[in-house]
């Protein structure tokens, strides 16, 4: 599997536009900047919600008025924070595939988007007068929680990116190499 990922991202490096963002003295750094700005958009506008929903913050305000007001900006920072994170990862597309703290991301990631999911379902059927409640149900404290944890997770993921402590040039125990998605014969690029 490590060695069918490390083709295809062979094969995106070698696609001019991926050269030219990655050696363009401004474009990768303006992407980024657009990454983490929205990063931060969408996850301040998150992460006020799913503390309303644990009951640690806006108590007073009904969970649904918070949620709606809050809705329209998460999303269009998510949106582009998912257009410049697949660019930044185009970009560079080698090192990010053989990356275990890219990995380690995609995985959260796709356990946010579970999260967020059953979330909204454990929203739509939650019965009573929760939304004015100082702290939301069970099922819905949990998955806030859980959203919390899996963001701040994958900022951190996200961060630690930036380092070469299990790049595949370096000698790593052969899980590391493997977890890292190193391929025998092949050097990072």
């Known amino acids: 599997m490590n060695e069918l990922f490390y083709n295809v991202a062979v094969w995106l490096d070698s696609q001019e536009l991926s050269t030219r ?12 900047s657009t990454h983490v700005l929205t990063l931060m958009l969408c996850l301040g506008m998150l992460f006020l919600i799913d503390l309303r929903m644990v009951g640690a913050a806006f108590t007073n305000i009904p969970a649904s008025t918070l949620a709606r007001r809050l809705n329209l900006p998460m999303l269009v920072g998510f949106s582009v924070m998912v257009i410049t994170g697949v660019t930044l990862f185009y970009a560079v597309p080698v090192r990010n595939t053989q990356s275990l703290w890219m990995r380690i991301k995609l995985i959260l990631l796709l356990a946010a988007a579970v999260n967020a999911l059953l979330f909204h379902r454990n929203m739509l059927n939650a019965t009573g007068d929760w939304d004015t409640q ?6 819905l404290r949990l998955g806030a929680t ?30 590391m190499q493997t977890l890292s998605g190193c391929v025998p014969g092949q050097t990072q690029f």
């Not at 963002?21 to 980024?32: A, D, G, K, V």
């Not at 100082?134 to 099922?139: E, I």
């Not at 859980?146 to 402590?165: E, N, Q």
């Open 134 to 139: 100082a702290r939301a149900p069970d099922k």
């Open 21 to 32: 963002l990655h050696e363009s003295y401004y474009m990768y750094n303006w992407i980024e």
């Open 146 to 175: 859980l959203s919390l944890v899996f963001w701040v997770s994958i900022v951190i993921c996200g961060r630690l990116i930036a380092y070469d402590w299990f790049d595949c040039e370096y000698t790593q125990p052969g899980i």
